[in-house]
């Protein structure tokens, strides 16, 4: 029977990295001294020859990691999401997202999850950041589930920079027996189909607007559609939400026309 349980986000980055690990003998994990905040520490207890601690330095890490990938190796380099896009704003863009270099960047406690750390460690203007940066891929996973496949999805035959955001303890109920699933990148997840009102939303936001669908009158006029990926843009599905739609709510719930 299948096991439905839940964890926190960061915990299924960290679990995901192991089986990832197995698979792949080229896979490198760098942390920035928070492997026990990333959830690193999981795939340093099982590879240890293939785990590298950074100290506190986000920006060297960033560049270790693109020297690293420039041997053809594949190297997740994970912090949080206001130190990736705050404090390594121009390794990555200058090291990585320029030279189209293939690194991973696992972004945790993205937005506000951070809570008690405060607004310094707050990941709020990470999308911003990021999003100028050339060749760099930004994904926002809507649960665990979602993160796993996209990280299988980035760890081999994408040889390309991306950027994961994912917040701090949010966690869904998932089945945590489904096997890896290839995603494709920049597409647009239709989660419900409607007649007049389509709700868009990014990350796990989109997990809120789901329930309380459900509980709306009148739900089957509002479709919702999730944005697995912010950077590149489904443009058609764009096109095609836009003119089949009366109104457009996005994940600021302002309306756009």
Known sequence: MSEVKKIATR??????????????????VLDADLAAATQTGMFKKE????????????CNMMGI?????????VPFASTFAMFAAGRAYEQVRNSIGYPHLNVKIGATHAGISVGEDGATHHGVFDIAYL???????????????????IMFTASKGLNHPIAIRY?????????????????????????????????????????????????????KLYSHYHFPFIKPLDIDTVKYIINSHEQIIDRKSTRLN
């Open 11 to 28: 915990a299924s980055y960290g679990s995901a990295l192991i089986e990832l690990g197995k698979k792949h003998e080229d896979l490198i």
């Open 131 to 149: 999003n100028c940066i050339p060749n760099l891929i930004i994904a926002a996973p809507k649960d665990e589930i979602e993160l796993r496949n």
């Open 47 to 58: 590879f240890p020859e293939r785990h590298i601690d950074c100290g506190i330095a986000e």
């Open 65 to 73: 990691a693109a020297g690293i990938a420039s041997t053809g190796k």
């Open 167 to 219: 917040p701090r303890g949010r966690g869904e109920n998932v089945n945590w027996e489904q096997p890896f699933e290839k995603m494709e990148i920049g597409k647009i997840k239709e989660l419900q189909k409607g007649s007049k009102v389509a709700i868009l939303s990014t990350g796990t936001i989109g997990n809120n607007v789901t329930k309380a669908l459900k509980d709306v009158e009148n739900s």
